[in-house]
């Protein structure tokens, strides 16, 4: 951040809306009885119903406001060249939002009474602030906010020789047609012939977000665009993890910061966990030369990433071989997958290899594994029914030593830490181990064991982590639900009928089909499965609706002890699916 002197904020102020009908000499006038202060990032300024006792100038920085006091619900984003605590003061009433700095913020912090007095010099500058107050308020009224995603300036920052601006600029441009998007270089700028900070008040003017290209360097476009930004993408080559720029992601005043990662060799990667051993790095990008990974990247640093949730369902995860087939046919790309449970499984398959071929041949030689009478491995019930046999050695065997964080797509898994009696969100470490911690049914698979704690099935949490997702991209992105469960919880078929007290006798006779009474049970193994996830699958209802595209077919006729009927099953989900994604084709057209 650049401290400038009240010269050089003049010259500032003047250039922008409402001071700019001042003379220099007012300037100076209102900057001597005011304050200049730099607030680092997170900084609360006020609180709702605080008394408003100054309004605050933004010479740079990034300001949100909140309509509670524990900042939780965002409304309305105040950067460079914005005004905050005006409408209080104009109003002569408490404070109507809660305020706070989110990067390092230069702001002129003005008392109200000279705030007052000072716009109150000339009818028609008191005009036009009560104008601009108007306007702003008319945005947030109609949701600035329509907008969801949260970040307006965003710098690309590079450091591999390989990755090529004109590439991107190319690449970026042809995704931006008809968006509100806005790509600067250094060129750009030098082309406009205006001060830097002109230059960044002007990008600030225009709606959408803001894309600056930089690189290291001691110029005045690199250091002034990366200290103004709200979130940076570092471009970094593989292997390069001693090499990554302290100053961009560690330090009180850093943004979020996503590491692209560059790839000249192919897959499978490795090494990523060694940029997150030392950095605060939020997500990471796997990189190749492709027009998949310009456009996926497109997506993310403009809010339009597509994350793809998958969801628990024991072996009701028959029907998914069906949508993911429908998923895959369609063309529409995938960003980000998390999974839960049996969506976990299915989920690393997919992020894996985002291939019908490849993933088919994993999932049959899994499915026909676990319709073996062999997939029956009891064990003395201390722990759990069944030994976990089956799916420990087929998880080791696909997935081997591999890690979530070198998957070529980005994939999260859910699981339940029953130690810390608490959902975990599992972005890194190795396949194997978190997906079957994800799918440990309570009662019927082991819990997993991993340095001292105990995990077991993420649907004990959550069946259909949307929320998480939603999370995971800002906000924003367009979210596909693939949901074997929501029809099932809302029509149940079965009508059970049974006494409190089953004899050994009364439920031999029934399982012989002797008794002459009318029993409809249920079996253990169907009553373990849905009992662990009772309260998430309330939840996950409510989850449901906030995905973009809900895909949930119907699969009532499917349980863990009647999993014969899971071929037929996948045909119906694939149909369904087709007529699901060709419903809402228009939401992802110009991606295919």
């Known amino acids: 951040m650049f ?77 460079s060249g914005g005004m905050l605590g005006e409408t209080s003061v104009l109003a002569g009433e408490p404070h109507g939002f809660s305020a706070k700095t989110i990067k390092l913020s230069q702001l002129i912090k003005i008392d109200k009474d000279v705030f007052l007095k000072f716009f109150q010099k000339d009818p028609e500058i008191l005009m036009q602030l009560t104008q601009n107050v108007a306007r702003r308020l008319r945005r947030m009224v109609m949701g600035l906010a329509t907008e969801r995603y949260p970040y307006k300036n965003i710098v690309l920052y590079n450091t591999c020789p390989m990755f090529q601006f004109e590439k991107v600029k190319s690449y970026f441009h042809t995704c931006a047609f008809q968006d509100k998007t806005h790509i600067y270089d250094k060129k ?72 692209i990662i560059w790839h000249e060799q192919p897959e499978p990667y490795t090494d990523t966990d060694r940029f997150y051993a030392k950095h605060s790095f939020k997500r990471h990008h796997h990189f190749k030369d492709e027009q998949k990974c310009y456009e996926r990247l497109y ?156 995990y077991v099935d993420g649907a004990v949490c959550t069946s259909l982590p949307v929320q998480d997702m939603r999370h995971y991209l800002d906000g924003a992105g367009k979210i596909i639900s693939l949901d074997v469960r929501l029809l099932l919880l809302l029509k149940d078929k079965h009508k059970y009928a049974f006494p409190p007290i089953l004899s050994f006798k009364d439920v031999l006779a029934y399982k012989l089909g002797l008794s002459k009474k009318d029993y409809v049970l249920p079996s ?27 895909i949930a077919p119907d699969t009532s006729s499917l349980s863990f002890s009647n999993p014969s009927i899971g071929d037929p099953q996948s045909l119906i989900a694939y149909t369904f699916a087709k007529e699901k994604l060709k419903e809402h084709q228009a939401i992802f057209e110009r991606w295919l």
């Open 3 to 79: 401290l400038f002197d009240h010269d050089e904020i003049v010259e500032r102020l003047i250039k922008y809306p409402i001071f700019n009908k001042f003379s220099p000499h007012l300037l100076r006038e209102l900057l001597s009885s005011s304050e200049i202060i730099e607030y680092p990032a997170g900084t609360i300024l006020f609180h709702i119903h605080d008394p408003s006792d100054f309004v605050y100038y933004v010479i740079d920085g990034y300001v949100e406001l909140f309509s509670s006091s524990n900042f939780e619900k965002k409304t309305a984003s105040v950067r």
């Open 299 to 454: 997506r993310y640093m403009t809010g339009q990433a597509i994350g793809l949730v998958i969801s628990a369902g024991g072996f009701r995860g028959y029907a998914h071989y069906g949508i993911i087939k429908a998923l895959l046919e369609s063309g529409i790309p995938v960003d980000c997958i998390a999974g839960c449970s049996f969506g976990a499984a299915v989920g690393a398959g997919l992020a894996e290899n985002f291939n019908w071929e490849r993933f088919k041949g994993i999932y049959e030689k899994s499915i026909v594994k676990f319709k073996s009478k062999k997939s029956l491995n009891f064990t003395l019930p201390i722990t759990s029914i069944l030994s976990g046999k089956l799916p420990t050695n087929l998880l080791q065997e696909v997935y081997q030593e591999r890690k979530i964080e070198n998957l070529p797509i980005n994939f999260f898994c859910i699981t339940g830490n029953v130690s810390a009696r608490q959902k975990e969100i599992k972005y890194s470490g190795k396949i194997w181990e978190w997906v079957r911690a994800s799918i440990a049914v309570p009662g019927i698979f082991p819990p997993f064991a991993k340095d001292g704690n105990i």
């Open 188 to 259: 750009i700028f030098e082309a406009t012939q205006l001060d830097i900070i002109p230059f960044l008040f002007q990008c600030e003017s225009k709606p959408g977000v803001n894309i600056f290209l930089a690189e290291p360097g001691e110029n005045i476009w690199d250091k002034t665009v990366l200290l103004h930004a709200e979130y940076i993408y570092l471009v970094m080559t593989e292997g390069a993890w001693d090499a990554v720029p302290m100053n961009i992601v560690d330090g009180e005043n850093s943004r979020p910061c996503d590491i």
């Open 524 to 550: 253990i193994l169907d009553i373990l499965l849905e009992s662990s996830s009772i309260e998430s699958h309330m939840f996950d209802k409510e989850g449901a609706k906030k995905a973009d595209i809900l």
